[in-house]
């Protein structure tokens, strides 16, 4: 099982490169800390999104890639599915989506853009 404990050491190990925390990402609520991998192998972008409990990334449309993200730990919903730890919901180009935390703790996704 991911944590964030274990997020904060990749980062210092270097296998993460950054982390960036966004309030209200692409019009949603709440805390989203992301987490991007230092090298991105078959992906333009891949890492992991931490979700604070209540908040969600707004709706939006990917125009220029694909996203897939898988739930790692937590549970998410997305235009109106609900995925748990170890599911994976995919946003196809030219397609929208939207993503909200629905655990009562943190919710931790891996993510890849291609």
């Known amino acids: 099982m991911i944590t964030q404990?274990?997020?904060e050491k990749l980062l210092l190990s270097g296998a993460l490169k950054e982390k960036e925390s966004v309030h209200n990402l692409k019009g949603g609520k709440?805390?989203?800390?992301?987490?991007?991998?230092?090298i991105n192998i078959n992906a333009t972008e891949s890492g992991y999104i931490l979700l604070e409990p209540g908040s969600n990334i707004g709706f939006h449309?990917?125009?220029?890639?694909?996203?897939?993200y898988r739930c790692m730990?937590?549970?998410?919903?997305?235009?109106?599915s609900v995925y748990s730890a170890g599911q994976t919901s995919c946003c196809s180009l030219h397609e929208g989506?939207?993503?909200?935390n629905i655990a009562d703790?943190?919710?931790?996704?891996?993510?890849?853009?291609?």
């Not at 709440?30 to 230092?38: L, M, P, R, S, V």
């Not at 989506?97 to 909200?100: F, I």
Request: aromatic share 16%; charged share 30%; with cysteine.
């Open 5 to 7: 404990e274990i997020l």
């Open 30 to 38: 709440g805390k989203i800390t992301i987490y991007k991998d230092a």
């Open 61 to 68: 449309y990917h125009y220029k890639n694909s996203e897939i």
């Open 73 to 80: 730990f937590g549970a998410f919903e997305s235009n109106g």
């Open 97 to 100: 989506h939207d993503c909200k």
């Open 105 to 114: 703790n943190i919710t931790i996704i891996r993510y890849f853009k291609k």
